[in-house]
């Protein structure tokens, strides 16, 4: 089991940026990133393989974001840019095995890190 804790949320302007940071208690596997808007079901935004040669987008966030990670520190990021209105959510790290795209395959939630974008 990995604890995980996520910084980095806050409030910004529609076509800003902001990075967010997740650092691991331990080694953790694979990791992605989900969000969870108000009223709706939590959702998947990018994973990063265990050794960060393959990652994978959600289509709302591709060629916006950008996920990475350092394993000599147990860190993991999301670099956002030109954000919207619509990626306004809680945002989530995980960890688990293999492909993380839904939510059933994460082993280890982070507490969340809220993200507001205004328009």
């Known amino acids: 089991q990995v604890h995980l804790v996520e910084s980095g949320g806050g409030l910004v302007q529609a076509g800003g940026s902001l990075r967010l940071s997740c650092v691991a208690s331990?080694?953790?596997?694979?990791m992605a990133w989900f969000r969870q808007a108000l009223g709706k079901e939590r959702e998947f935004v990018a994973w990063?393989?265990?050794?960060?040669?393959?990652?994978s987008y959600a289509n709302s966030v591709k060629g916006r974001f950008t996920i990475s990670r350092d394993n000599a520190k147990n860190t993991l990021d999301l670099q956002m840019n030109s954000l919207k209105p619509e990626d306004t959510a809680e945002y989530y790290c995980?960890?688990?095995?293999?492909?993380?795209?839904?939510?059933?395959?994460?082993?280890?939630w982070g507490q969340g890190t809220q993200v507001t974008v205004s328009s």
């Open positions: 995980a960890a688990g095995w293999g492909m993380i795209d839904t939510p059933d395959r994460v082993s280890d």
């Open positions: 331990g080694r953790a596997n694979s």
């Open positions: 990063i393989s265990s050794t960060g040669s393959s990652t």
